[in-house]
């Protein structure tokens, strides 16, 4: 039979604790682990952090700070606490940074995709209605804009039936000259009424 390791004295222990030899600093780890686990645990709760893991990093950066020396094994517990709550606090910070980063990120770049599809839509539109004689092209830029036949017809002095007919002559005109795929896109862009050009 293993006999046991001798019973020290909590001053003793403080002592080797503080001179950081490996079994004094095993034996205060042991003795805090419940309170200091049980602790983080709850702390960390809402995070995927364990609360052993925690305990064990708080461990750890007081072994290889060496200069930090101790009256009490209650005044260790109140250090681990203490950094616990510091370490939570410093996470929580990086997540929320981490949280805003990533949101700008993603609004960049929805940005940048939602820039870059009016542009392609913009050079589409453009080239589509270079095939149409200037007065019909005028026309449909205004109801790609979203504008109804009356407010072109308003804005254009022009009579609404011939804001009318322009559109179905350029539709016509456009029908002959651009693919059937190409000709529907114009449909479904109409029927949007997206302002696409102003």
């Known amino acids: 039979m293993k006999p046991s390791p001798p019973v020290i004295d909590d001053e003793t222990l403080l002592l080797r604790f503080n001179q950081r030899e490996p079994e004094a600093f095993g034996t205060v780890y ?4 419940e309170r200091t686990v049980t602790y983080a645990d709850r702390l960390y709760t809402a995070t995927e952090i364990e609360g052993e893991d925690a305990v064990s990093k708080i461990f750890c950066d007081l072994w290889q700070n060496r200069s930090k020396c101790f009256e009490s094994l209650e005044q260790i517990l109140a250090y681990i606490l203490i950094a616990l709550h510091n370490d939570y606090k410093d996470r929580l910070k990086h997540l929320r940074h981490k949280e805003i980063y990533q949101n700008y990120v993603k609004r960049d770049r929805e940005l940048f995709e939602t820039t870059l599809i009016e542009s392609e839509v913009f050079s589409y ?10 007065d019909c092209a005028l026309i449909m830029r205004r109801f790609f804009g979203g504008f109804s036949t009356e407010e072109i017809a308003q804005e254009l002095g022009k009579s609404k039936q011939t804001v009318y007919n322009r559109k179905h002559e350029a539709l016509k005109l456009l ?3 651009i693919s059937e795929f190409d000709y529907m896109l114009i449909i479904l862009l109409l029927g949007q009424s997206a302002k696409i050009i102003s």
């Open 30 to 33: 042991s003795r805090l682990y």
């Open 125 to 134: 539109l453009h080239n589509i209605l270079s095939l149409l004689p200037a």
């Open 175 to 177: 029908k002959a000259k």
